[in-house]
């Protein structure tokens, strides 16, 4: 006589703790941080080390027995190495000092958003001590400085008014003046007509040395001479 035994098998259930459930979601969370920080890096032009923020992503899943070091000694190792190379990434990350093209009152100059071609020529600077905004009449105890240019649409279609980052002001003191308001022509402008644009600057009356600063999509930035 046989023994039934049955039909189904006994099988062992492995559970899974919840210390290895976090483990399992920081090294996810690690490894997509590494390769998000890399594809930045090297976007940024710092391929070296973009390059080793991928390798460090690739130890996250060899496992640490492999390294012949602990769980906890891995995730120390790999954090330090982060911090290293973010402050390598940091210091070779310094921005450029500021180019500029130099130009004098009433000479034309390009300037370029998109794909859209502007020709500009700052005309004249006038010096007020009080102004109209919104019907409104606004004093300063320093200056409000005017300065008028002429800008020409060179495409072959009318567009928008669009010239990116408003212009400042730099004075001899390397003082910086934003813009305090403008006068800009109302609809689109038109191929090959001149718009004449105003732009309003507020500064003390020790400013001396102006240079008006526009820029546009290049690294260069214009800057005229305001003989001021």
Do not use: C, W
């Not at 390294?67 to 190379?85: A, G």
């Not at 600077?125 to 905004?133: D, G, M, W, Y």
């Not at 567009?159 to 980052?165: A, P, R, T």
């Amino acid at each position: 006589m046989f023994k039934n035994k049955g039909s189904i098998s006994d099988k062992t259930v492995k559970e899974i703790s919840l210390k290895t459930v976090v483990r399992y979601i920081f090294n996810a969370l690690l490894l997509i941080f590494f390769i998000f920080s890399g594809v930045v890096t090297v976007k940024a032009g710092q391929l070296i080390v973009g390059i080793l923020y991928y390798v460090l992503a690739v130890l996250i899943i060899v496992p640490h027995h492999r390294l012949k070091v602990t769980q906890s000694l891995k995730f120390v190792i790999l954090i330090i190495l982060f911090f290293i190379l973010t402050i390598i990434s940091g210091v070779n990350n310094t921005p450029e000092k500021q180019k500029y093209e130099y130009f004098s009152l009433a000479q034309e100059f390009n300037l370029k958003y998109g794909g859209n071609t502007y020709s500009i020529v700052v005309r004249d600077v006038r010096q007020e001590t009080k102004i109209i905004v919104q019907e409104k009449e606004v004093t300063t105890s320093g200056y409000f400085l005017i300065v008028r240019l002429d800008i020409v649409n060179l495409g072959s279609e009318s567009i928008d008014f669009k010239l990116g980052k408003n212009p400042e002001l730099i004075d001899n003191q390397d003082r910086r003046y934003t813009l305090y308001g403008s006068n800009i022509p109302a609809g689109k402008l038109q191929p090959s007509v001149a718009k004449e644009v105003s732009y309003f600057f507020e500064i003390p009356k020790d400013a001396s040395g102006l240079k008006f600063i526009i820029k546009d999509g290049s690294v260069i930035a214009k800057s005229i001479d305001l003989k001021r």
